[in-house]
T-cell receptor, first 115, second 110 residues
């Protein structure tokens, strides 16, 4: 199993450009999430999905769109890039199992710089 | 006030030392707690869950204090390979959202 994969690993955008960060998982997980990580801020939830066709906003959704047409894929779209979106983006997935045995799996991250 | 707060460190300790991190959370209804480890420029990975009765995994011990709303992580006999950032994670409300602390950085030196 590849686990959670993300592409690209690095990206530089100019202000106003749009792009899509790709995320895929092969563990048949229902839940998928996108986070951004900034120095001193921890990981902040952008959008999440509890299954194909179902998405919802997290803590910092502005400037980002998501869709979930399949269980495996959960792309994140930046509509019009801004320097404030310079960050490291992590995609994550998990099963909906409850209890303390819960574990969320993360992709390797995409390092985005907006100039 | 942040929902989950951690001392950012860094904690600089020699090999073999015992070190402890605390994490406080603001929502008394929080029901699940975890410690994740993140190596430099890598993705976070689950280190251990935190049970109400406290739990141990080798050199690592996690404790939960619901009355004071904090969790702790104790690392005994520190190794160079323990150098990383330790993230406190809390689940509050539904199981869809994990709230992450900003992390505590640990540097173990020879």
């Amino acid at each position: 199993n590849a686990g959670v994969t993300q592409t690209p690993k690095f990206q530089v955008l100019k202000t106003g450009q749009s792009m899509t960060l790709q995320c895929a998982q092969d563990m048949n997980h229902e839940y998928m999430s996108w986070y951004r990580q900034d120095p001193g801020m921890g990981l902040r939830l952008i959008h999440y999905s509890v299954g194909a066709g179902i998405t919802d906003q997290g803590e910092v959704p502005n400037g980002y769109n998501v869709s979930r047409s399949t269980t495996e894929d959960f792309p994140l779209r930046l509509l019009s890039a801004a320097p404030s979106q310079t960050s490291v983006y992590f995609c994550a997935s998990r099963s909906p199992a409850r209890g303390s045995s819960y574990e969320q799996y993360f992709g390797p991250g995409t390092r985005l710089t907006v100039t | 006030r942040k929902e989950v707060e951690q001392d950012p460190g860094p904690f600089n300790v020699p090999e073999g030392a015992t070190v402890a991190f605390n994490c406080t959370y603001s929502n008394s209804a929080s029901q699940s707690f975890f410690w994740y480890r993140q190596d430099c420029r890598k993705e976070p990975k689950l280190l251990m869950s935190v049970y109400s009765s406290g739990n141990e995994d080798g050199r690592f011990t996690a404790q939960l204090n619901r009355a004071s709303q904090y969790i702790s992580l104790l690392i005994r006999d520190s190794k160079l390979s323990d150098s990383a950032t330790y993230l406190c994670v809390v689940i509050t409300g539904g199981y869809n959202k994990l709230i992450f602390g900003a992390g505590t950085r640990l540097a173990v030196h020879p």
